[in-house]
């Protein structure tokens, strides 16, 4: 069975924290956010390698946080492209030949589990490609430009998708140059391997694996992991 790779995207710079810092570098319970992303990875044994894909400018820096924390799984550090997709492009183009199955995941959620992790991989393997998503909560509206709401899908279809996505590599690698090719562009990886024509499955993740984007959302991590100290401590 071929090796496991995973590419964390953190090349973003992100405005909606409304920091001069990028949100995957500030800091949280002591260390950058990015740092907790990379740690949950660190320890599963799943992973054989990782692939961290970062903003131009980032490299001494991001190549100091591996050096600091340990991280011996990174395999390579490499600059990201003009937008999330290109960027996941050239973390595939680095990682290792061994790797048939990768992880895709976003630098800013550091709560995944090795059990979600492994959820998505092993539905992948029995599928062609995962993603991991959660039931939406609430009632979602089509809303046009002007505001008036134009239609309401029905909720119980619809799921809010998170990383990691599970592919195997030769596969999305192929659906990235066919998006290259005609132009595409889509807002995830799943998108482009669909359009490909490839069958996407969902495996349900956990609302704590949030995306932190946001100031309450960096609060709220702060928060669980003060709970999970207490919890450990306890």
Same mark, same amino acid.
């Given at each position: 069975? /071929?090796?496991?790779?995973?590419?964390?995207?953190?090349? %973003?710079?992100?405005?909606?924290? %409304? !920091?001069?810092?990028?949100?995957?570098?500030?800091? @949280?319970?002591?260390?950058?956010? @990015?740092?907790?992303?990379?740690?949950?990875?660190?320890?599963?044994?799943?992973?054989? !390698?990782?692939?961290?894909?970062?903003?131009? /400018?980032?490299?001494? =820096?991001?190549?100091?946080?591996?050096?600091?924390?340990?991280?011996?799984?990174?395999?390579?550090?490499?600059?990201?492209?003009?937008?999330?997709?290109?960027?996941? =492009?050239?973390? @595939?183009?680095?990682?290792?030949?061994?790797?048939?199955?990768?992880?895709?995941?976003? %630098? *800013?959620?550091?709560?995944?589990?090795?059990?979600?992790?492994?959820?998505?991989?092993?539905?992948?393997?029995?599928?062609?490609?995962?993603?991991?998503?959660?039931?939406?909560?609430?009632?979602?509206?089509?809303?046009?430009?002007?505001?008036?709401?134009?239609?309401?899908?029905?909720?119980?279809?619809?799921?809010?998708?998170?990383?990691?996505?599970?592919?195997?590599?030769?596969?999305?690698?192929?659906?990235?140059?066919?998006?290259?090719?005609?132009?595409?562009?889509?807002?995830?990886?799943?998108? @482009?391997?669909?359009?490909?024509?490839?069958?996407?499955? *969902?495996?349900?993740?956990?609302?704590?694996?949030?995306?932190?984007?946001?100031?309450?959302?960096?609060?709220?991590?702060?928060?669980?992991?003060?709970?999970?100290?207490?919890?450990?401590? !306890?």
């Amino acid at each position: 069975m /071929g090796q496991v790779g995973v590419i964390v995207v953190a090349a %973003g710079k992100g405005t909606r924290m %409304g !920091s001069a810092v990028s949100k995957q570098y500030l800091p @949280l319970a002591g260390k950058p956010v @990015l740092v907790h992303t990379m740690e949950a990875f660190e320890k599963m044994e799943l992973v054989h !390698s990782v692939v961290l894909v970062i903003g131009a /400018g980032d490299e001494e =820096y991001c190549s100091g946080l591996v050096r600091r924390y340990g991280l011996v799984k990174v395999s390579a550090i490499v600059t990201g492209g003009a937008d999330r997709q290109a960027s996941v =492009y050239q973390g @595939l183009q680095a990682l290792d030949p061994e790797v048939e199955w990768v992880l895709v995941h976003d %630098g *800013v959620r550091p709560f995944i589990s090795a059990e979600e992790a492994a959820g998505c991989l092993e539905a992948a393997r029995a599928h062609g490609a995962a993603v991991l998503a959660v039931p939406v909560k609430d009632t979602i509206k089509v809303v046009g430009a002007q505001g008036r709401i134009e239609s309401t899908p029905e909720r119980s279809t619809l799921w809010a998708i998170q990383t990691p996505q599970a592919f195997r590599v030769t596969e999305l690698a192929a659906a990235h140059e066919l998006a290259c090719r005609e132009g595409y562009s889509g807002t995830d990886d799943a998108m @482009l391997v669909e359009r490909a024509g490839q069958a996407v499955y *969902v495996v349900e993740g956990s609302y704590a694996n949030i995306k932190i984007t946001t100031p309450e959302d960096l609060e709220w991590a702060e928060f669980r992991l003060r709970q999970k100290g207490e919890a450990g401590n !306890s």
